[in-house]
């Protein structure tokens, strides 16, 4: 394979040397200004003990790490690595198909990392610590992470640069639609001027929905739903900055995580999806026991663009459905998975148009 310019693919054992045999841990990381590592995983049965060494040495340190095949992936090749990409146009998991070519994706990762290099690193540390986590002491883990970040040079920079856009109109009336017919309580994101943006009152009318299902045992089956002509566009960005500091936000967002209700009714909950998800409209869906999807469905995490990770629980919730190596690349790559992508992978259990009042 012909390395690109700017970004090397080293073979395993060169990336091994590279980090002293295991004795260099400043050779590569955000510290040593390499914050992405990229192996080229040939199959040779011989380097899979290079890999595990590399990985093992790795595991804690801010680094993407990035396997990259020659030809067809072989099962269990590189899972130490936090992203896995080959070419083609379908691959099995955890593998990431690329139609435009490995070397042009990496490039485009490679510059995604370059730009938000702290965001970046963080993600895939936090992925890596909450793979073997219950999706509440992941989601705190991933709070934590959040709210460093929001301290951090790039989400300054971000928000700055936000500073001069006129503010859209609080909400002045529910934003979250509370429906129940005979066992079946249907909870929907009510605010479609504005996408169903993601903002603290539909935050915490959505919690007091889920914490009415959970105390009525006569509710077998709750519904997400989305007005409009989009699930929800994400998180509501003329309320990020807002919060008094880090520390705060983040002990609101593990006292009041839609995430957490979510999970704990994952048997009951159907999330019907439609449109744009974004952000936390990707992350509070997975959580559910069953995501329906609209045909038109697209799925995007915009945050490490922004000097974030994903702060709805989706480095809890999306991992366990469709792996961690396929989360990272979703967050990394900022580009958005169509609904055949999302079924493929698992984000979606099903696509069903007549499940939705109105047609895409």
Not at 250 to 275: E, K, Q
Request: hydrophobic letters at 45%; proline letters at 8%.
């Amino acid at each position: 394979m012909t390395p690109t310019p700017t970004t090397p693919v080293l073979a395993p054992a060169e990336a091994l040397e590279l980090v002293a045999g295991g004795l260099d841990d400043t050779a590569v990381g955000a510290v040593a200004e390499r914050p992405l590592l990229a192996v080229c995983l040939s199959g040779d049965p011989h380097e899979a003990l290079a890999v595990s060494r590399l990985t093992d040495f790795l595991a804690q340190v801010p680094v993407v790490l990035v396997g990259v095949a020659e030809g067809r992936p072989l099962p269990g090749t590189g899972t130490g690595l936090d992203l896995l990409l080959c070419d083609g146009h379908h691959a099995d998991r955890p593998w990431v198909a690329c139609p435009g070519g490995v070397e042009a994706e990496l490039a485009h990762l490679a510059g995604v990392v370059e730009r938000s290099t702290a965001a970046s690193v963080a993600l895939v540390q936090l992925l890596r610590v909450g793979e073997p986590l219950g999706a509440a002491d992941a989601v705190v883990a991933e709070s934590w992470v959040y709210s460093l970040l929001q301290a951090g040079e790039d989400h300054r920079r971000w928000l700055a640069d936000r500073a001069e856009r006129p503010r859209k109109p609080r909400p002045d009336r529910p934003v979250v639609g509370v429906e129940r017919r005979d066992a079946t309580l249907t909870l929907t994101l009510d605010r479609p001027e504005v996408r169903n943006a993601y903002g603290t009152r539909m935050r915490d009318e959505l919690v007091e929905g889920l914490l009415i299902a959970a105390a009525d045992d006569g509710i077998a089956r709750v519904e997400l739903r989305g007005a409009g002509p989009a699930f929800c566009s994400g998180g509501d960005l003329d309320e990020f900055g807002t919060a008094t500091d880090p520390v705060t936000a983040h002990l609101v967002r593990t006292t009041r995580n839609a995430g957490l209700h979510l999970s704990r009714l994952a048997a009951r909950v159907a999330a019907h999806v439609h449109g744009a998800c974004v952000g936390a409209g990707v992350e509070l869906p997975a959580f559910a026991g069953e995501v329906v999807a609209r045909s038109d469905v697209t799925f995007l995490l915009p945050e490490v663009s922004m000097g974030l990770v994903p702060g709805a629980g989706g480095t809890a919730s999306i991992p366990r459905r469709i792996g961690r190596h396929r989360t990272a690349h979703l967050a990394l790559s900022g580009r958005p998975v169509d609904a055949a992508t999302a079924l493929e992978w698992g984000l979606v259990d099903r696509i069903d148009d007549t499940a939705f009042p109105d047609p895409p």
